[in-house]
T-cell receptor, first 117, second 113 residues
């Protein structure tokens, strides 16, 4: 089975510029996650989608970050304008979800390494 | 809010040594627990998981973890590490009800041949 696809793999931008990341989850996975992983830290959830609805975006800096998941499949994450502290790896993951609401294991993409200069 | 603590940030072991990585979580209700591993240059991938039942869980590559509810712990173990186990290990907890999965800060394991 194909894994989670992400693009681009690397991006270098200047502060105040905008950037967008794309994710294609594993076919049939209803839940899609975007994480930010800063060097030396664990992944931090930015937003979680269940199909095309948002389940949790409590840690998404909404003044500059936005995400959408049209038609419940692919997703894009955008940063506008970028700040130096946004330099991180942005991970996309997908999973099935059980009727109890508990998640199955997540499958991660390769990530996009963003450097803001 | 749930939280996850991994006490060892960097562990260095010789090959054939035994490994135990600590993981503690804060949520008092029913939890699902995971260990993920990230080998150098590779994606995060699942090592093992606990949903219910036998608290001793076996995963890939000879790893196991024990869920001790009274201690809010889910420590990862391997009796004899190999050089190929060099990686970063993340503990994660999901408290259900469509709650987010929270990751620990990770433990970097370096195995010396």
């Amino acid at each position: 089975e194909a894994g989670v696809a992400q693009s681009p793999r690397y991006k270098i931008i200047e502060k105040r510029q905008s950037v967008a990341f794309w994710c294609n989850p594993i076919s049939g996975h209803a839940t899609l996650y975007w994480y930010q992983q800063i060097l030396g830290q664990g992944p931090k959830l930015l937003i979680q989608f269940q199909n095309n609805g948002v389940v949790d975006d409590s840690q998404l800096p909404k003044d500059r970050f936005s995400a959408e998941r049209l038609k419940g499949v692919d997703s894009t994450l955008k940063i506008q304008p970028a700040k130096l502290e946004d330099s991180a790896v942005y991970l996309c993951a997908s999973s099935s979800i059980r009727t109890s609401g508990y998640t199955y294991e997540q499958y991660f993409g390769p990530g996009t390494r963003l450097t803001v200069t | 809010a749930q939280s996850v603590s991994q006490h060892n940030h960097h562990v260095i072991l010789s090959e054939a040594a035994s490994l135990e990585l600590g993981c503690n979580y804060s949520y008092g209700g029913t939890v699902n627990l995971f260990w993920y591993v990230q080998y150098p240059g590779q994606h995060l991938q699942l090592l093992l998981k606990y949903f219910s039942g036998d608290p001793l869980v076996k995963g890939i590559k000879g790893f196991e973890a024990e869920f001790i509810k009274s201690k809010f712990s889910f420590n990862l173990r391997k009796p004899s590490v190999q050089w190929s186990d060099t990686a970063e290990y993340f503990c994660a907890v999901n408290s259900g009800g469509y709650q987010k999965v929270t990751f620990g800060t990770g433990t970097k394991l370096q195995v010396i041949p």
